[in-house]
């Protein structure tokens, strides 16, 4: 299930709320966990099994890593939790790749190497497998106490709203919501709103410009115009169709109560691949630094191990997106660019942004090529198509596929991006014009007065996206297949 279906937004989600608001606050876990776990089943109940056991063995290490506090053997439910869970990620995530490159090696396939199966890949278990070694790893370094309540780290690990493609959240910051949070109207609008905004990134503009990435992509031997043209629209996909479902989990849990933690903010203005991975799925930044970066020594062992691990992050970070060697590339493509910024002092170098923001931009365009092609020869024309190699102008297959809405929704898009700075804080919790009170900054300052004009845009942004979502077939969200 999708949040941009018919049957997340007329079904599911306000059966879900009406249960969740006519529960008692002390059984209002159970009804998030039920739920949650029935948002899972939808696709296919059986991976559940697996759901369950990877929360049971997390929350049963967490606490024998509390119980046996300050001793040594306090590391052996550390190692089996982090061991456990990563290693159910390693089988389910990337057994075939490793089979297919091993036979590959040796120049055959896996069905004459007699490998007849291929796993399925549970739909968010490289999401909530993390979130799962988070929380035992906070245990062991005492940043959060262990839960006794099964229930509560069970619906912290299944909270649907992020389930199935993030935020990576860490149960640290939502252990006391889980506790004590409000419910208000105010909050259930200003979460209505971030959902609406994006829905609306998602259906009008994502889903609009994906057309022009896939001919782009699915063309074979690409031309200049062609080759720029797809690898813009998929960097404008990805994000809108991304961000756009962050947007819509941080609404979903304000509608609940909780507070998530934002997931992008304005990163394609980043004057360096250092900022831009200070703005771009912060969630899963933070987390590569805190539980990968940190450990491997960060910045405390010298400049050439400095780089190193900057390095090793990212790649480890690429091959979490995906069991394939076009997200390992992608991965040492940003990890090299992490090292040379650092070498060089360029993120803190003063240049005018007139220049690095484009640079940064073009960067990331180039790695989003490798990111998107279905393999790394798939890219590698496509940058031969991008220097015009395979000719100038667009094919008539090409032209065939692209319409003037599309690229019309192209634009639209390109000024989104351009003018996303002034309006980011319609999707913070914190800074959302709310229906009946003033808005003020953390200086006293009035950021804005509510009124009735931001109830009825947002009426109006929603009655449109559905519209739009009606008139679709299918609405998947990229982030699925990660």
Known sequence: MVFSSETFLFLFLPLFLAAYYLTPDRFKSWTILFGSYLFY???????????????????????????????????????????????????????????????????????????????????????YVFQAVGYVIDVYRKDTPATRSFVDFAAFIALFPQLIAGPILRFKDLADQFHERTHSLALFSTGLGIFTIGLAKKVLLADSIAPVADAAFASGNVTFVEGWLGAAAYTLQLYFDFSGYSDMAIGLGLMMGFKFIRNFDTPYVSASITEFWQRWHISLSTWLRD???????????????????????????????????????????????????????????????????????????????????????????????????????????????????????????????????????????????LIGAPQVAADGTVIATSSIAYPLAMTALLALTIARLAEQSASPFLYFQF
């Open 291 to 433: 539980y990968l970066y940190i450990p491997l020594g960060g910045n405390r062992l010298g400049p050439l191990r400095t780089y190193l691990n900057l390095f090793l992050v990212m790649l480890l970070g690429g091959l979490w997106h995906g069991a394939a060697w076009t997200f390992v590339l992608w991965g040492a493509w940003h990890g090299g660019w992490l090292a040379v910024e650092r070498y060089t002092g360029y993120a803190r170098a003063g240049f005018s942004k007139a220049l690095t923001v484009p640079t940064t931009l073009l960067l990331v365009i180039i790695g989003w090529v490798m990111f998107r092609a279905a393999s790394v020869g798939e890219a590698f024309s496509v940058y031969a198509g991008m220097l015009g190699l395979h000719g100038m102008a667009p094919s008539l297959e090409f032209l065939a596929s692209v319409n003037q809405e599309h690229l019309v929704f192209i634009m639209i898009a390109l000024v989104a991006v351009v003018m996303e700075p002034r309006f980011k804080h319609l999707t913070d919790p914190d800074r959302v014009p």
């Open 41 to 127: 089943c939808w696709w296919r109940p059986d991976f559940l099994l697996l759901f369950v056991g990877v929360t049971a063995w997390a929350y049963g290490c967490g606490l024998m890593i509390e119980r046996w506090e300050g001793q040594a053997k306090a590391k052996i439910p550390l190692i089996l939790g982090v061991v456990g869970c990563l290693s159910v990620l390693g089988v389910f995530k990337y057994l075939n790749f490793f089979v297919d490159s091993f036979a590959a090696l040796l120049g055959t396939t896996p069905d004459e190497l007699g490998v007849h199966w291929r796993l399925i890949l549970p739909i968010g278990i490289s999401f």
